[in-house]
């Protein structure tokens, strides 16, 4: 028995903004802003929980100064302040935009504007720039030395596209101002499992597909028509389950797989969800793969806290499907060379398989408790490191 039509949280209604838009300053981007907003306001008023509204700004490819990096980032955040949106990407920095910058001119930025996502690019298709995976390990440390949260904010990239709707990573590709969204899915996708629970891999990968593919033209019926009264295009749904530490995936994930996370046979599971997750959408965008999040999902924080999981066997999973390194705890101990082979480990991966994957790294801050984490923010779950 599938439970009644019900319609999941949307994480995100993302408007990515043109080039000619961010070179006008605050007063375009606060107009995208607004239009953005009242996008969300009519998918509110047909029943929908819109959780955030975001712009996302076009990748960086040539040289920056250091005081056009600080233009573009107080423009931005003056813009989706007058508007009223809560955040937005700077962009995706690819290598050849880092040549004038230092990392602390990046880690500056994010700690200036607590509004701002960036993240650098250090893969693209079957290359991977090891100068952008030194930059980007240096950022994680300046941020880490100066407020640990704001690693949250950054990230490193390889192979993911432009108008993905989820933080970070998200550009535009810089033409016609266009709408992605993502859900909050993962909670409903437990209670479709538990009001009918999938007997093998084939009936998982069943499931994840109707019920995201339901949910999806739910939210299509109700977005693309908004997207065409205000101008702006539809560029589609990144159908990844984003989760929160209520409403986790890695609960769906032990449902399903009749195991706990991190055990032999999760691998597989992974594989029947993402199979799922990629056949749910007909316009899709992002890393369109099942994530998982470390820190945001009291399942996953708890396998990583009994030494079930690691780095290594988190990045494994991403062998099936789109984690990559999200949001892994690391001590405040950990060297940049660790750092390093972390995210040119991703950087691998994804250059192997041309797959869009990121590595988010919270690192904690030198001196800090070596035995827990001691993070603030609502979305993340504090644990002890393995082995404490």
């Known amino acids: 028995m599938i439970p009644a039509k019900k319609a999941a949280p949307v994480r995100a209604v993302t408007v990515g903004l043109p080039d000619a838009v961010l070179r006008g300053g605050p007063n375009g981007i606060r107009e995208l802003g607004e239009q953005a907003r009242e996008v969300g306001d009519e998918l509110v008023r047909d029943?929908?929980?819109?959780?955030?509204?975001?712009?996302?700004?076009?990748?960086?490819?040539?040289?920056?100064?250091?005081?056009?990096?600080?233009?573009?980032?107080?423009?931005?955040?003056?813009?989706?302040?007058?508007?009223?949106?809560?955040?937005?990407?700077?962009?995706?920095?690819?290598?050849?935009?880092?040549?004038?910058?230092?990392?602390?001119?990046?880690?500056?930025?994010?700690?200036?504007?607590?509004?701002?996502?960036?993240?650098?690019?250090?893969?693209?298709?079957?290359?991977?720039?090891?100068?952008?995976?030194?930059?980007s390990a240096a950022v994680v440390r300046e941020l880490a030395n100066h407020n640990v949260h704001d690693n949250f904010r950054f990230a490193a990239i390889g192979n993911l596209g432009p108008g993905a709707p989820l933080f970070p990573g998200s550009f535009s590709d810089g033409g016609p101002a266009g709408v992605s969204a993502g859900l909050q899915s993962a909670g409903l996708l437990l209670e479709w499992a538990r009001a009918n629970p999938p007997a093998d891999p084939a009936e998982v990968t069943v499931l994840t597909q109707r019920c995201l593919r339901d949910q999806l033209a739910l939210l299509e019926d109700s977005l693309r028509p908004a997207c065409e009264r205000h101008g702006l295009l539809f560029n589609g749904f990144d159908p990844s389950p984003a989760c929160t530490p209520e409403a986790g995936i890695g609960e769906f994930l032990e449902a399903v797989g009749g195991i706990r996370f991190g055990v032999r046979g999760m691998l597989a599971t992974c594989a029947a969800v993402t199979a799922g997750i990629r056949s749910a959408a007909r316009r899709t965008v992002g890393y369109a793969g099942l994530m998982l999040p470390v820190l945001e999902d009291k399942v996953l924080a708890l396998a990583w806290q009994e030494g079930r999981i690691d780095a290594d066997s988190v990045l494994a999973y991403s062998s099936v499907c789109g984690a990559g390194l999200d949001t892994i705890p690391l001590p405040g101990a950990t060297s940049e060379a660790e750092i390093v082979a972390m995210i040119r480990d991703m950087a691998a991966l994804s250059a192997r398989w041309a797959k869009p994957l990121s590595a988010r790294l919270m690192l904690a801050a030198p001196g800090s408790d070596p035995r827990r984490t001691q993070f603030c923010a609502d979305e993340i779950v504090n644990i002890d490191y393995p082995g404490t």
């Open 47 to 135: 029943g929908f929980d819109v959780q955030t509204i975001r712009l996302s700004a076009s990748a960086l490819g040539d040289p920056l100064r250091h005081d056009q990096l600080l233009s573009r980032a107080a423009d931005l955040a003056e813009g989706c302040r007058r508007a009223g949106v809560g955040s937005a990407s700077l962009g995706v920095f690819r290598p050849a935009a880092l040549t004038g910058l230092e990392p602390a001119d990046l880690a500056a930025v994010l700690a200036e504007y607590p509004s701002l996502f960036l993240a650098v690019q250090v893969a693209a298709g079957s290359e991977i720039c090891d100068p952008a995976v030194g930059f």
